[in-house]
């Protein structure tokens, strides 16, 4: 039985104010779902994340970072180590983000370099995939997904991928209101699926999560959660707004 998963992508949003208050809203809120029925997570931007830590300390949501690098130190001006992330008290790091592999060039290869350095350091990594439009509209979708899952898993044994989490995110979906049906959520959720068994068997294909993302709502929440294979949701935009993060995990109780 896998345990739905609602988490928080806040982009580069909030400030060290607005990032706290956003935290104990959500903690006040989800005391009864978050931890119990429901994984809760939060992921601020980096210089936020020790506050929002500390304000969530005392309950049962976790804090993931938006990125890591894939080294574990030295001379990377700029870049953050996993080892820096569970120093603040991360749990979760997102891997090759739509917005990274597309505005800031992200590859498969340094991708997959990242979750493996996040599972070496401690962290659970939730791997994002997803085609752009014009991929969806060639019908490359499935051909696109196998590549971003192959390469971002590669060389990834069976121990290894139970700290992976995939999350489905079209690019065409993100950020424009534009939400793929439940239908079409659920065709690639199961084509990932399949595609996780042809990989690594059946069982850790059963186990795995999968999380849609993508314009997710208060509204659309609920249809999405109820598709066989959809797993929970990472949330940007709705995620900001307390009351309808609330209502969206909520929705996956
Ligand atoms: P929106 O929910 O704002 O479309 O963003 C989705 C996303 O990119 C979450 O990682």
Redesign the pocket.
């Known amino acids: 039985m896998r345990k739905p998963f609602v988490a928080g992508?806040w982009k580069m949003n909030t400030d060290s104010q607005t990032g706290v208050q956003l935290a104990e809203r959500i903690a006040a809120g989800s005391v009864e779902a978050a931890g119990r029925t429901v994984t809760v997570a939060v992921c601020p931007p980096f210089v936020y994340l020790q506050a929002v830590t500390r304000a969530l300390a005392s309950s049962s949501i976790a804090v993931g970072a938006q990125d890591m690098y894939s080294e574990p130190d030295g001379a990377f001006t700029g870049e953050i180590s996993s080892s820096m992330l569970k120093d603040v008290g991360c749990t979760y790091c997102l891997c090759g983000?739509?917005e990274r592999r597309h505005v800031i060039g992200e590859t498969d290869e340094l991708i997959n370099k990242k979750v493996t350095a996040a599972i070496n350091g401690g962290l659970l990594p939730i791997l994002?995939v997803g085609e752009l439009l014009s991929e969806r509209e060639a019908s490359r979708t499935n051909d696109v997904v196998t590549r971003q899952l192959e390469e971002g898993l590669a060389a990834l044994g069976d121990e290894k991928l139970s700290a992976v989490t995939i999350a489905y995110?079209p690019v065409w979906?993100?950020?424009?209101g534009i939400t793929a049906t439940p239908d079409q959520a659920q065709e690639v959720h199961d084509f990932i699926r399949k595609l996780i068994g042809r990989m690594y068997g059946d069982q850790l294909a059963a186990e795995i999560r999968i999380l849609y993302?993508?314009?997710?709502k208060p509204g659309n929440a609920a249809e999405l959660m109820g598709c066989e294979d959809i797993d929970g949701l990472?949330?940007?935009?709705?995620s900001l707004k307390g009351d309808d993060f609330l209502a969206i995990i909520q929705a996956a109780v």
């Open positions: 992508n983000h739509s994002c995110e979906a993100i950020g424009t993302g993508g314009s997710v990472l949330v940007g935009g709705a």
